[in-house]
């Protein structure tokens, strides 16, 4: 069963910067789009950003584009997104999911993502 774990998420001051980490097991990370989404109270599920496999094409939410990036390390079979000038908007719960190749058109409803982390919670805050 493929099993998802998030990490780095924690408090940072506005403008601040996290690194949030994915470990993938029981299954090759790099084949497979892998989607960071967020939810914070009262509010629906994000997309964040999306990478799909093999090739690595990118997608981000307009909120985050210029300030996330995403990223993957194979040989550790984890992908990481990389959180810069982190805004009051940002705080969620980050989540990694996979479970289709690639990301697509409408990657960012979740819908077509069949396994998910546990989730890392981000607060920013001065």
């Known amino acids: 069963q493929v099993q998802l774990v998030e990490s780095g998420g924690g408090l940072v001051q506005p403008g601040g910067s996290l690194r949030l980490s994915c470990a993938a097991s029981?299954?090759?990370?790099?084949?497979?789009?892998i989607g960071w989404f967020r939810q914070a109270p009262g509010k629906e599920r994000e997309g964040v950003s999306c990478?799909?496999?093999?090739?690595?094409?990118?997608y981000y939410a307009d909120s985050v584009k210029g300030r996330f990036t995403i990223s993957r390390d194979n040989a550790k079979n984890t992908m990481y997104l990389q959180m810069n000038s982190l805004k009051p908007e940002d705080p969620a719960v980050y989540y990694c999911?996979?479970?289709?190749?690639?990301?697509?058109?409408?990657?960012?409803?979740?819908?077509?993502?069949?396994?998910w982390g546990q989730g890392t919670q981000v607060t920013v805050s001065s």
């Open positions: 029981r299954f090759t990370l790099d084949y497979y789009a």
């Open positions: 999911a996979t479970g289709l190749r690639m990301c697509g058109i409408g990657w960012s409803s979740g819908s077509r993502f069949g396994s």
């Open positions: 990478i799909s496999g093999g090739d690595g094409t990118t």
